[in-house]
């Protein structure tokens, strides 16, 4: 087990996916100064049930079984005077127990899941990589800079349902999926659905 620092989110974040994050509660501004000190990352850990922002008198959110490590590869003052950040997905972690400092931020004791390793786009899923890619065109996509691995049909999947406009519990069943012909047919499926994303 591994201790980390968590950042519980209403959002999922997958492996290879980026997210920007806007930071105000003091916990979080810590965290964020800690991580680039240190170069170091947390863990993106799912709402289940609760609120992201800490309010008086309510108890922690409940929390995913499941989390992705996330690090900070772009930070910068927003026009609101706000913190921005953009967070890139790593491992996938399985989140044992938590614990809350004085200052609230919440500590997770996690288990690190074993990479997955590549595996090529077969030629049946080269419609899912042409969607990838014309989404890559996109300026939001291009602002957060992804550089997914085309030759990875894991990688292909995870970005492409991160950017994707779906419900966050579906893409927290997709995150769980440790088999990639499921995972792609899942995502085949989300696309037929949503009918307009296409190459």
């Not at 922690?60 to 953009?86: C, E, F, H, K, M």
């Not at 990639?180 to 047919?185: D, K, M, N, S």
């Amino acid at each position: 087990m591994t201790e980390i620092p968590l950042f519980p989110l209403s959002s999922v974040l997958f492996p290879g996916g980026r997210m920007p994050l806007q930071i105000f509660e003091q916990r979080y501004l810590d965290l964020v100064r800690n991580c680039l000190k240190q170069d170091s990352g947390f863990g993106l850990v799912w709402i289940t049930q609760g609120a992201e922002v800490a309010q008086p008198g309510v108890g922690q959110p409940s929390l995913g079984d499941l989390g992705t490590y996330a690090r900070i590869v772009d930070w910068d003052s927003l026009p609101n005077g706000l913190l921005g950040i953009t967070i890139e997905g790593g491992q996938r972690f399985r989140l044992d127990s938590t614990s809350v400092r004085d200052d609230g931020l919440v500590l997770g004791q996690v288990e690190m899941e074993p990479e997955r390793p590549a595996q090529a786009v077969a030629e049946r899923w080269q419609s899912l990589l042409d969607v990838l890619t014309s989404l890559e065109q996109h300026p939001h996509v291009q602002r957060l800079g992804i550089r997914a691995d085309h030759a990875d049909a894991w990688q292909v999947g995870s970005v492409l349902v991160q950017l994707l406009p779906v419900q966050e519990d579906l893409k927290y069943e997709m995150l769980q999926m440790q088999e990639l012909e499921p995972f792609l047919q899942r995502l085949d499926q989300l696309l037929d659905q949503l009918g307009g994303f296409t190459a």
